[in-house]
């Protein structure tokens, strides 16, 4: 077949000669009769005409460009009117256009907005310049990453060649207090060249400079932009005014652009970081950040950083001794997101299937409706509209649909990103950055014209592909209906084989909650309230003045009324551990690799005040913190049972931190277990040692009853002894465990109201179909109850036609989640990624479902009155 | 007859071309004719040219166009005036008019 437009330039062409002919034929005639030969004529008629081929191309393409402008003007026209047809029409079912809309605008809004986290998080560079070229360093001794010490981090500013810029920072909370309120401060202490490492300049005043890095200079900061509007005032002569941070002055120099990024995010001050040189290689607290020159090989620096480590390996080898460690770098945002590919994964593809039922549950719906209209499609093409129009007019509707979804897609991803900033921040990181950019609007347009696509195409292929003839002689001729049918199963099937997957996956994430939540803390959480309390360094130099206002302290708060035992520690379960360390068993080889176990700092009533129990030996006490007595520890069973399984901990020697010249620690006695690593981590097994002066400390109150209105009085108490030291983070020990359980509690709270969504639109299509499966059928099961069938018989008849369904979605859907299920077992605790219960469990949950919606179609066909239905035909 | 027909002066033929079909629906051979009476030879009109303005016209849809059976019964393309057409002739007679009459006033004058 010729195409089209073919036909039409064949058409102007033969009218342009046809016409030409005409006149010239007459002119001859003309001549001929003024008494010319033809041939004469013929000629001369030529010569009058003038440049007849030129004529013939002028014309001819005249008449194209008229062609196809009107063609253009007429589709122009014909889409005007399909639209407003498509909107009238859509209008005359309302029920079934809201259906729709809502449905595949939530699917739609509900994937933007996770994919705006997503992309806030992975796909999305550092909010720094050239970030690219960012690189973390840090002492590499798998699993573990451990941060710098000043030694470490002297030697390599000293001997590195590599990097453009480097910095270093650390963290600290200090108490400001001018002079009214007293309150505690994050701040980032960073070496001078933190902020240009970024790439960040001043807004206000100038940056650090590397004379205010040396020892003796002046002590500065730069205030953050929250800080100096807050605090500051937000005038520019906060710049040069001193501030009071831990009773010690600090000048302001310069006040930073609204913070973007996760490096300088959440900080009220960043202070100048002045170095002492070190006499030992730890304590390791700096991390570091370094920039790349442009196109630097990162190999070769990777080099470098490993040759440094192991010429100043020798150096502090009595401090400090693990042949295993070695310095690395990788990508900073690499790095500071973490592996967060298998949440993101896991939400997308949640999210997404969501969409892909509601598509699928949209398809089924016009499917119906355009079955139902077969007729007066029929019409439309029987009066000259061609196939292509007719499924265009169709396609139109579906796109009406498609953008009342997207509309509503809009407002919902806006909410869902509000909600994310809000609350997603447990398990997205750099939710802070989380904005409606580029990539977010091509992402809705691509789901909204998919979304079209899916449900609109193939209920138009449907409805068109019958003879026009056959669909005007029947609106139900049966073999149209078994196709639609078919189709409409398939989709229904499709739509339980996608939910089933995120039903079982919802379903394991609320099993391993579960099992989250049954984890033996090892303490009573309840009556617990802990807090933590910073002394202000400038003031409380002398150890013993340290001393006295701890003691002091925890006589006053011990006096409270409901107060039954008060203890202090450098740490509190379920995932705040002091510090890691290592450490040499006496009886280990000196060159085994040293185990790294958490080590907390406790004062003598810990044990007790946590409702910790003593299995062996004794417990620690206050000769243990005397001068000059042996280093005393208690270690807790899983510490016991690891290092000693056969024998007795009591009395077992080691040396820590790898110090080898140092005396001995020995192991006084064995306490019950208690989580500090996170609920979900093994337990490793916990040393505790004597704690001693520490500006820091957690102060831990046990009471009688319920431990939350003692927070006041507590708070209260410590303001009395110290302003310039508030209480922070006060929390009961219950609160600590439920804050640890936020994460999976939030995520598998997402995934399983996903699920649901999904679950919920299945039924609504299996419903669906099988109501028109009973509709189409009413005279076949009218004539089977008249020949004697029973009502039983029909309702099996309807209910196994429906469950064929389910149950081979259901099937398709296990063997799904069955090979995708392992890939999310990282975010799995206590079940297995194919634990059999929860996958027969859901399965069996889906067809009890299923068959309360089918239920519905079945009575109503047993209930049918076959005298009545079969005069009616 | 004088010796040296006048050739015709740019754009002025579109404007012939859409009065000689004020008087109705006329083919092209038709057209030509009239001109050629009217002008009583002193315009110089080529059918070639002729063509080319009908078929720009038409494009333009200042005429319409349709098949019909001429005098002698063959199949004719018959030009009308559209609306438009007939509005678009108005102002160029009008604007002729002027010019003409500018023209004129200028050589008298001089």
């Known amino acids: 077949m010729k195409p089209f437009w073919y036909l039409r330039r064949r058409s102007v062409k033969s009218d342009v000669d046809e016409e030409l002919n005409l006149h010239l034929e007459m002119r001859i005639d003309e001549l001929a009769a003024s008494g010319m030969t033809r041939d004469e004529a013929r000629q001369?008629?030529?010569?009058?005409?003038?440049?007849?081929?030129?004529?013939?191309?002028?014309?001819?393409?005249?008449?194209?460009?008229?062609?196809?402008?009107?063609?253009?003007?007429?589709?122009?026209?014909?889409l005007g009117q399909d639209l407003r047809i498509g909107i009238r029409s859509l209008l005359r079912v309302p029920l079934l256009t809201l259906t729709i809309i809502l449905t595949v605008g939530i699917g739609i809004g509900a994937t933007a907005a996770i994919f705006s986290a997503v992309n806030a998080a992975m796909l999305r560079p550092l909010p720094y310049a050239h970030s690219d070229r960012l690189v973390r360093i840090y002492t590499d001794t798998p699993p573990f990453k451990f941060r710098f010490s000043i030694a470490d981090y002297l030697a390599f500013t000293e001997q590195q060649t590599r990097f453009e810029r480097h910095a270093t920072y650390t963290d600290r909370a200090v108490s400001f207090s001018n002079?009214?309120?007293?309150?505690?401060?994050?701040?980032?202490?960073?070496?001078?060249?933190?902020?240009?490492?970024?790439?960040?300049?001043?807004?206000?005043g100038r940056d650090f400079s590397e004379s205010d890095g040396r020892t003796g200079s002046v002590q500065v900061a730069l205030a953050s932009h929250a800080f100096f509007q807050q605090r500051l005032g937000g005038r520019a002569d906060a710049i040069g005014r001193p501030v009071r941070l831990d009773g010690a002055e600090f000048t302001i120099v310069g006040v930073m652009p609204p913070a973007a990024g996760p490096?300088?995010?959440?900080?009220?001050?960043?202070?100048?970081?002045?170095?002492?040189?070190?006499?030992r290689k730890g304590p390791f607290f700096y991390s570091v950040i370094a920039r790349l020159p442009d196109g630097a090989a990162r190999n070769l620096a990777a080099t470098e950083l490993r040759t440094i480590n192991r010429a100043l390996f020798p150096i502090w080898k009595s401090s400090y001794q693990d042949d295993k460690a070695t310095w690395s770098m990788e990508d900073l945002k690499t790095n500071l997101i973490g592996d967060v590919r298998a949440i993101s994964g896991l939400a997308l593809a949640a999210v997404a299937l969501v969409w892909l039922i509601a598509c699928a549950n949209a398809s089924n719906l016009l499917i119906a409706r355009v079955t139902s209209r077969r007729q007066e499609l029929a019409v439309r093409a029987a009066l000259g509209a061609t196939r292509g129009r007719v499924i265009r007019y169709l396609l139109v509707e579906s796109g009406l649909l498609a953008a009342g979804a997207a509309l509503l897609a809009v407002a919902i991803a806006y909410g869902g990103m509000q909600l994310l900033q809000?609350?997603?921040?447990?398990?997205?990181?750099?939710?802070?950055?989380?904005?409606?950019?580029?990539?977010?609007?091509?992402v809705m347009l691509a789901l909204a014209m998919s979304s079209a696509l899916l449900f609109g195409l193939v209920p138009a292929l449907n409805a068109t592909g019958g003879s026009v003839d056959e669909s005007l002689r029947s609106s139900r001729s049966s073999t149209a209906g078994v196709g639609v049918r078919r189709l409409r199963q398939v989709l229904v099937g499709a739509q339980f084989a996608i939910a089933t997957p995120l039903l079982i996956v919802a379903g394991l994430l609320l099993v391993s909650l579960n099992q989250l939540k049954l984890v033996d803390m090892g303490f009573k959480t309840e009556q617990v309230l802990t807090g933590s309390v910073r002394l202000p360094?400038?003031?409380?130099?002398?150890?013993?003045?340290?001393?006295?206002?701890?003691?002091?302290?925890?006589?006053?708060?011990?006096?409270?009324?409901?107060?039954?035992?008060?203890?202090?520690?450098?740490?509190?379960?379920?995932?705040?551990?002091?510090?890691?360390?290592?450490?040499?068993?006496?009886?280990?080889?000196?060159?085994?690799?040293?185990?790294?176990?958490?080590?907390?700092?406790?004062?003598?009533?810990?044990?007790?005040?946590?409702?910790?129990?003593?299995?062996?030996?004794?417990?620690?006490?206050?000769?243990?913190?005397?001068?000059?007595?042996?280093?005393?520890?208690?270690?807790?069973?899983?510490?016991?049972?690891?290092?000693?399984?056969?024998?007795?901990?009591?009395?077992?020697?080691?040396?820590?931190?790898?110090?080898?010249?140092?005396?001995?620690?020995?192991?006084v006695g064995v306490v019950s277990d208690v989580k500090y690593d996170g609920v979900d981590q093994p337990n490793q097994g916990t040393v505790y040692f004597p704690l001693t002066g520490s500006p820091f400390r957690f102060l831990i109150v046990r009471s009688n009853g319920d431990p939350r209105p003692l927070a006041p009085s507590v708070r209260q108490k410590v303001r009395e002894l110290e302003p310039a030291a508030p209480l922070s983070s006060v929390a009961t020990a219950a609160d600590l465990v439920d804050q640890s359980l936020l994460r999976p509690q939030s995520l598998s709270m997402l995934v399983a109201s996903f699920a649901l969504v999904a679950l919920l639109l299945s039924v609504i299509g299996i419903y669906g179909v099988m109501g028109y499966y009973v509709q189409q059928h009413m005279k076949e099961i009218s004539i089977r109850m008249a020949l004697g069938g029973s009502r039983g018989d029909v309702a099996k008849l309807v209910v196994g036609q429906g469950m064929v369904v389910v149950i081979a979605g259901v099937i398709?859907?296990?063997?799904?989640?069955?090979?995708?299920?392992?890939?999310?077992s990282s975010l799995l605790f206590g079940v297995g990624a194919t634990d059999p219960i929860a996958f027969t469990s859901v399965a069996a949950l889906m067809v009890m479902v299923a068959l309360l919606a089918v239920a519905v179609p079945a009575w109503r066909a047993m209930r049918l009155q076959p005298a009545a239905v079969l005069r009616n035909e | 007859m004088p010796k040296n027909p006048l050739p015709l002066l740019q754009g002025t033929l579109d404007l012939l071309v859409l009065r000689c079909l004020s008087g109705g629906a006329r083919h092209g051979y038709a057209i030509a004719s009239i001109v050629r009476e009217q002008t009583g030879g002193d315009l110089t009109v080529e059918?070639?040219?002729?063509?080319?303005?009908?078929?720009?016209?038409?494009?333009?849809?200042?005429?319409?166009?349709?098949?019909?059976?001429?005098?002698?019964?063959?199949?004719?393309?018959?030009?009308?005036?559209?609306?438009?057409g007939r509005t678009r002739l108005r102002e160029e007679t009008a604007n002729w008019r002027r010019y003409a009459r500018a023209v004129d006033a200028v050589l008298q004058g001089a």
């Open chain 1, 812 to 824: 398709a859907g296990t063997m799904l989640a069955f090979a995708a299920t392992r890939l999310m």
């Open chain 2, 47 to 84: 059918d070639a040219a002729l063509y080319q303005a009908l078929h720009r016209l038409h494009r333009q849809h200042l005429v319409d166009a349709e098949w019909g059976p001429s005098e002698n019964n063959r199949r004719a393309r018959f030009y009308t005036l559209t609306p438009a």
């Open chain 1, 537 to 667: 360094g400038a003031q409380y130099q002398d150890p013993a003045r340290i001393e006295a206002f701890w003691d002091e302290l925890k006589r006053r708060v011990a006096a409270l009324p409901g107060v039954s035992s008060v203890a202090y520690s450098d740490g509190v379960p379920p995932n705040q551990p002091g510090q890691h360390n290592n450490f040499a068993l006496e009886s280990q080889a000196p060159d085994q690799p040293q185990a790294v176990t958490p080590w907390v700092a406790i004062s003598p009533e810990f044990v007790q005040t946590l409702g910790l129990t003593l299995i062996e030996g004794r417990l620690l006490d206050e000769r243990d913190v005397q001068p000059n007595v042996p280093n005393s520890v208690v270690v807790d069973r899983a510490w016991a049972r690891r290092f000693f399984p056969n024998e007795s901990a009591v009395g077992k020697r080691m040396k820590s931190g790898g110090c080898t010249e140092c005396d001995w620690t020995t192991v």
């Open chain 1, 422 to 442: 809000t609350y997603g921040a447990t398990y997205f990181p750099r939710t802070g950055e989380i904005r409606f950019d580029a990539a977010m609007a091509w």
């Open chain 1, 44 to 78: 001369e008629a030529l010569r009058q005409f003038g440049d007849l081929e030129a004529t013939r191309r002028y014309c001819r393409d005249q008449d194209e460009t008229r062609e196809k402008t009107m063609q253009r003007t007429l589709s122009i026209q014909d």
């Open chain 1, 179 to 204: 002079g009214e309120i007293a309150e505690l401060l994050r701040t980032r202490v960073v070496s001078w060249q933190f902020f240009s490492v970024l790439g960040i300049n001043p807004l206000l």
């Open chain 1, 263 to 279: 490096l300088e995010r959440r900080y009220d001050l960043f202070l100048i970081q002045q170095f002492t040189p070190p006499t």
